[in-house]
């Protein structure tokens, strides 16, 4: 049997005790665009994207630019069929909030209905992007002092 040699972190990480004061709200926490596809995009396509842009869902809108719902990694994974299309695949119930909220109440509302991403709307209703439970874990690691800048 071989050993295998473990070798020492370049650099030690130091981390802060206390919390760091504050205040987001999810405008502020989107981290570039969100993929957005049509109602009839094959789900190989939507596969395609959600690899290349390394991203939990797609939004899913009808010819009017509508947001109808969300395709997950999941949901690619359950649906199986061939020629199988967004629309086929798509969670049809999505959970949003508007841009002014706070990253806390994000938080709130994906722990209790056990969803990973809440689609961020305007003041209009519109779709402004999606933010994901993993950006809220490193929201909240950085403003801690536990994941360094």
């Known amino acids: 049997m071989t050993a295998l040699a473990m070798s020492e972190p370049s650099r030690r990480l130091e ?3 206390e919390p760091t004061p504050v205040v987001a709200n999810l405008g502020g926490l989107m981290r570039g665009r969100s ?3 049509a ?3 094959p789900l190989d396509e ?4 959600l690899v290349e842009y390394r991203v939990p869902a797609v939004a899913v809108v009808d010819p009017d630019g509508h947001l109808r719902g969300l395709v997950t990694r999941t949901d690619v994974l359950r649906v199986t069929q061939p ?3 967004a629309i086929d695949a798509m969670s049809g119930f999505v959970f949003a909030l508007p841009a002014t909220a706070p990253v806390e109440k994000a938080a709130a509302l994906m722990a209790y209905e056990g969803v990973g991403q809440v689609i961020v709307t305007s003041a209009r209703g519109t779709l402004l992007g ?3 439970a993993i950006d809220i874990v490193r929201y909240f690691a950085l403003v801690t002092g536990q994941l360094p800048r």
């Open 35 to 37: 993929v957005v596809v």
């Open 130 to 132: 999606m933010v994901s």
């Open 46 to 49: 939507v596969r395609r994207l």
């Open 15 to 17: 981390f802060d005790d």
């Open 83 to 85: 020629g199988a299309r």
């Open 39 to 41: 109602e009839d995009t």
